[in-house]
């Protein structure tokens, strides 16, 4: 699917052709080249998928939005909320705009993921989760994106890992978390592949920031989940858009009635194949059998062991 071409089957995805003005046309700026709303209903909308605008962002080949309401939250503490579900072949990376949430770990600790934290858990060669982090009892919303970054072929298959690493200790650069990667002289903690870029930022409002992009961070993207960002064209919160293919700066402006807050990325290009299967990532179709044989096989076990509920509400993940 090229970038400039509407696929009917995605909703809500246009091509832009605006470009930047004024300031940022004396630098060279990438322009927004799609956008999306994603699709979904209730309190969780896709944006990505790895059958769709992942083929073009890998190794960034899922993105979900959520805004989980007072409803929800109460139907997980009592059990319900996201089922336990496995993967294999990609990790993901779950962090929060909005409220906060407590993870219990037996062989991790415990702790709590508010705005700034993360939930990093590379999946490799098969997990079963869902349910590792639970609302505090008076929370009425948590809002965030869970992303899923695919794996090269040395981790895909690899060792599972867990980790919980919260806001007071991740790195910040100007007005960004570095969730992953290295930007402006700052490292993430996050074990994630190298050529990765994964930014929580919040702009206040009628701030200008400009993003340059590593040396070879051709894949370009950001979600908007709270206020109005310019970047040679509106965007408005739920948005998702895609920059132009380039190792150009992108340029962004907050709109002067409330702060803006997204997640940015940028990457090296995956220079691999997207096996699919129902909840796995590979590179290739040897390594997806291989994965999904690990998860059915790790799905038995989890069965047998029954209830491991902790006394918090958490469900840790399978590994």
Known sequence: MNLLHVDPSIPGQHPENARPTGNDAAEATRRVAFRTRGHGEGPINRLMSPSDLGQQLKPFVFLDIFDLDEEFLRASASGGGMPIHPHSGVATVTVLTEGHLRYDDPTIGSGTIAHGGVEWMRAGGGVWHGKEMS????????????????????????????????????PRAGPAYVIVGTHDGVSSPVPAPTGVNYLLVTLRAGDRWIYHPPAGHDVGWLALATGVLDAGTSISAGE???????????????????????????????PHPLHLGHYSVHTSAAALVEGERRIAELGRQLRAMGDRRTSSGTVPVFR
């Open 135 to 170: 609302p505090a009892p008076d929370l009425s919303r948590v809002r965030g994106f869970q992303l899923w970054l695919a794996l090269p072929p040395d981790v895909e298959n690899g060792a599972p890992e867990s980790r919980y690493i919260e806001a007071g200790d991740m």
């Open 240 to 270: 998702m858009v895609l920059f132009e293919h380039g190792e150009e700066a992108i340029a962004l402006q907050a709109g002067a009635g409330e702060d803006a807050v997204f997640v940015l990325g940028s990457a090296v290009p995956h």
